[in-house]
């Protein structure tokens, strides 16, 4: 499955609505045998002025069936905070001016397996003039256009013909990166026998230096079908006409999902799918760009993996991939390596299983080049949603934390940012207040409790017994609370997906129930966030049923990954 990338600095106006093969890869848990690693998301509990809260994440260790959480303060010893099942645990109401550092021991049973310290991290007070990008409305993210030459900022829009396929290659320049124009067409289908009928997705366009070249490489095909599985590479002078080199199959390999990763050194490599998204393999391209010096690796041999973007963080190189499941939302992973040829680690779970309802997207530094602070920009891809009538593409931004190889994020329903002050902040809707706490279902397996979907782990699930609608879960919060936020990880079938028609019900009794949410108009696969406001000592989610695209008789078994309540945690 191919699908066209929206970049920050490239406005890419077409979108080729394709059917596409549904690939049925099995969930996979990579918990990986060499350990773990810790690391911390600082955030900001909503209308509040300090970052002094932490979300704390760690890798899953083979093995474990127990975690202790401790914390340092200022380097003092640490000192128990928790011992849990779960891979995360906030941490609230830390000290601004004092620095903190967690530490994770894994046990299974009574022996220790591995532990691992995270970096340090410092609370502080929320910075002002950061802008707001919402996860749960359509929001635009604003960065700098890294195509600036000279005084001058280029950016690159794609005009379809009439009939169908690429069009022209539109320029437009701007001396302050706010207000563009002087349209000019720099390349056209006219221009070369290979663009008269061909489409171009996953675009690149990047400035070669030593050259004074823009070069562009995208994933090439013709314009009814993906049959030819090839890259496409072009070149210009900033402000001249493009020239179109070739489109190939690299080294005679299939071509399908590509980006281009540009060292520190100024190499640059291709990464590609290949054999229909089974196979991800590592080119690295000529000094000026132009054309694919070699194969460097092999990086995945069936996995069926696409949307492949590279990063570099302290030394270390990060590959995001999401899962080949067609439009709909799939699981993201990861491997990392201390070098770019390798070897690369196995492929890593982060966030949960449906990337938050997208896919696994652009990797990238909220301040382009020099910037510490990176971002997963995941995408939503509505429009090829069976069952909805949104017929958009919309994107998540999900804030990335690294240690030592491993790399972490989580769902905030907004997150503020500034580019020029390299600052990234998530907003979280109160404390949560359901992880760990007593739960029961309606029915449940034995080795898949109702406590596994709220115990902290996106990797863990509750299933119901058979197929019975409608089905309760619930959760006891010890005492009664405000209820903010309710967020929900749901299970999903790759190639026959249903969206959760579900309420949300709460009671300070057990006994006496107030209906807080109907959601049984759920449009959103795999994940939903849920804004309200009720007292309450037990949340329950009522569901209703699963609605299949293509399966009008529900089959699905009641079952959830994670549920998380957040609120006003008040005594």
């Not at 169908?164 to 437009?172: E, H, L, R």
């Not at 949410?517 to 009522?542: C, E, H, K, M, W």
């Not at 569901?543 to 005594?571: I, Q």
Request: hydrophobic share 35%; aromatic share 12%; glycine share 6%.
């Amino acid at each position: 499955m191919v699908k066209g990338k929206r970049g920050m600095a490239i406005v890419i106006a077409l979108i080729v609505l394709t059917c596409h093969l549904l690939f049925s890869a099995q969930t996979v848990h990579a918990e990986d045998s060499e350990g773990t690693q810790i690391a911390a998301t600082l955030f900001v509990l909503k209308n509040a002025s300090e970052v002094s809260n932490a979300k704390i994440h760690w890798a899953p260790v083979n093995g474990a069936n127990e975690y202790e959480l401790y914390r340092s303060e200022n380097n003092e010893p640490f000192i128990l905070l928790q011992t849990l099942t779960g891979t995360t645990m906030d941490d609230y109401d830390l000290t601004i001016g004092s620095t903190y550092r967690y530490q994770v021991k894994a046990y299974g049973g009574s022996s220790l397996i591995t532990s691992a310290v995270s970096p340090e991290y410092a609370p502080h007070t929320l910075p002002d003039n950061l802008t707001t990008f919402d996860n749960t409305n359509q929001s635009t993210l604003n960065l700098p256009n890294e195509l600036k030459v000279g005084d001058t900022y280029y950016r690159f829009n794609f005009v379809p013909k009439s009939s169908g396929g690429f069009g022209q290659m539109i320029q437009q320049t701007s001396t302050d990166d706010s207000t563009y124009g002087n349209d000019k067409v720099v390349l056209s289908y006219t221009d070369h026998p290979d663009l008269a009928n061909s489409k171009f997705e996953g675009i690149n366009v990047l400035y070669h230096a030593p050259t004074n070249k823009f070069v562009f490489w995208a994933h090439y095909e013709n314009s009814t079908d993906y049959t030819l599985a090839r890259v496409s590479v072009a070149s210009a002078t900033p402000g001249e006409n493009f020239t179109f080199h070739k489109s190939f199959r690299p080294e005679g390999n299939e071509s399908r999902d590509i980006s281009i990763f540009k060292d520190d050194d100024d190499s640059a490599y291709l990464i590609s799918t290949a054999n229909n998204n089974s196979d991800t393999i590592l080119y690295k391209l000529t000094s000026d760009w132009l054309d694919v010096e070699n194969q460097v690796s092999v990086i995945y041999q069936d996995q069926h993996r696409e949307l492949p973007k590279v990063i570099k963080k302290d030394g270390v190189y990060y590959l995001f991939s999401s899962q080949a499941a067609g439009w709909y939302p799939s699981i993201p992973m990861y491997s990392s390596a201390s070098s770019i040829d390798g070897e690369w680690s196995e492929l890593r779970t982060i966030g949960n299983t449906s990337t938050f309802s997208a896919q696994s997207g652009s990797v990238m530094r909220v301040k382009p080049n020099t910037g510490n602070q990176v971002i997963m920009v995941a995408y939503r891809w509505m429009f090829g949603w069976a069952g909805t009538e949104n017929g958009t593409t919309e994107e998540r931004l999900l804030p990335v934390t690294f240690s030592n190889g491993y790399a972490f994020y989580d769902y905030f329903d907004q997150v503020l940012y500034s580019a020029n002050d390299d600052v990234v902040v998530p907003v979280q809707d109160g404390k949560l207040l359901s992880q760990g706490k007593p739960a029961t279902a309606q029915t449940a397996t034995g080795t898949n409790p109702a406590n596994y979907a709220n115990d902290g782990n996106y990797q863990t699930e509750w299933i119901g017994t058979g197929s019975s609608w409608p089905h309760w879960w619930k959760v006891d919060l010890g005492s009664v609370q405000e209820i903010h936020n309710v967020q929900i990880s749901w299970w999903m079938q790759k190639g026959s997906e249903g969206f959760y028609k579900y309420k949300i019900e709460t009671s300070t009794d057990n006994v006496n129930w107030t209906e807080a949410l109907d959601r049984t108009n759920n449009t959103s696969y795999g994940f939903t966030s849920d804004t309200l406001s009720s007292p309450a000592r037990y949340v329950r989610i009522q569901m209703e049923s699963a609605k299949l695209h293509n399966n009008p008789s529900n089959w699905y078994t009641p079952r959830l990954w994670e549920v998380k309540v957040f609120g006003a945690d008040e005594e």
